[in-house]
């Protein structure tokens, strides 16, 4: 059932769980997050990067393969379409595609910029039952060529774009996307307690969910981040089983070069990687 993220993610805050948006790439990453979603009755949020977006053909065809899927393998659990990272235009266009939720990313605009263009986006999402999410303070490294130093966000910059009726907001906190380097500090809890007094009871988005020591995922799930990002750990689990499928040589027996059998594991391993975060998350059953 696709629907906007509004909802589970209050229900997340109230109940201290996380949600888990897991980025998709194209049929078997959509299909496998599904069906484990179903499987384990959690909800979830498909994330869709620009560059995502572009790779599978365009938004709409993102919005017409997400729908139909749903619906072709009888999803009950609740699912958000969207946007990840998205500039003003992009989100223009997802809204226009038909997804269910989007995120604008002004956080490399100055703050004034930023919070012009969240307003006007936050008035048209709600005006069609769209959910949005906005950030201040990027997030460290780099996701589909969008590069950021990490800092930490202002408190104070958070509770203005707070104010504009957001339904979910992403602060840096010290995470980063891609893989933590070996002398990453962890996550500045104090950060985020401080954005937590300022914010309320408005979900917190926790990005670059890949690689952090779950009891610190957990610790900032008792803070308020009610929606954490994966999208690494999917690729890498995805690229090290197709790889072993391979270097075993199985794509030379019979018709092991069928691509349903070659990506076969790789969806396995998808699987695999959403069921151990939605275990970690505590978004099970709680469709
Ligand atoms: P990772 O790729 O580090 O998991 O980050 C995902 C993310 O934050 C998407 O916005």
Redesign the pocket.
């Known amino acids: 059932m696709i629907v906007s993220a509004k909802e589970m993610l209050e229900k997340a805050v109230e109940g201290h769980y996380g949600v888990g948006?897991f980025?998709i790439n194209n049929l078997e990453w959509t299909k496998a997050i599904l069906l484990t979603c179903e499987e384990l009755k959690s909800p979830a949020i498909l994330?869709v990067?620009e560059g995502a977006g572009k790779y599978m053909g365009g938004f709409k065809v993102v919005a017409a393969m997400v729908k139909a899927m749903d619906e072709s393998l009888g999803i009950t659990v609740p699912i958000a379409l969207h946007l990840?990272?998205g500039t003003y235009e992009g989100a223009k266009a997802c809204i226009e595609a038909g997804f269910s939720s989007i995120m604008f990313d002004g956080s490399s605009l100055p703050i004034d910029e930023n919070v012009a263009k969240a307003k006007e986006l936050v008035e048209i999402c709600h005006s069609k039952g769209i959910s949005i999410e906005c950030e201040v303070g990027g997030?460290g490294?780099e996701?589909d060529g969008v590069v950021s130093s990490g800092e930490c966000a202002d408190p104070e910059e958070a509770a203005q774009v707070a104010g504009l009726g957001v339904d979910m907001l992403a602060a840096g906190i010290g995470n980063?996307?891609?893989k933590y380097p070996d002398n990453w500090a962890g996550l500045q809890f104090d950060v985020l307690e401080k954005i937590q007094e300022k914010t309320g009871k408005l979900p917190l988005v926790l990005?670059?969910?890949?690689?952090i020591p779950d009891e610190q995922v957990k610790k900032a799930i008792g803070l308020g981040v009610a929606k954490v990002?994966?999208?690494?750990?999917c690729q890498l689990a995805f690229a090290a089983a197709t790889r072993k499928y391979i270097e075993e040589g199985k794509d030379l027996e019979g018709k092991g070069f069928d691509p349903r059998k070659l990506l076969a594991p790789g969806t396995e391993a998808i699987k695999d990687v959403v069921r151990d975060r939605i275990a970690c998350f505590g978004s099970a059953n709680k469709a």
């Open positions: 948006q980025n994330g990067s990840d990272h997030i490294g996701e980063i996307h891609g990005h670059g969910g890949s690689g990002n994966v999208n690494t750990e």
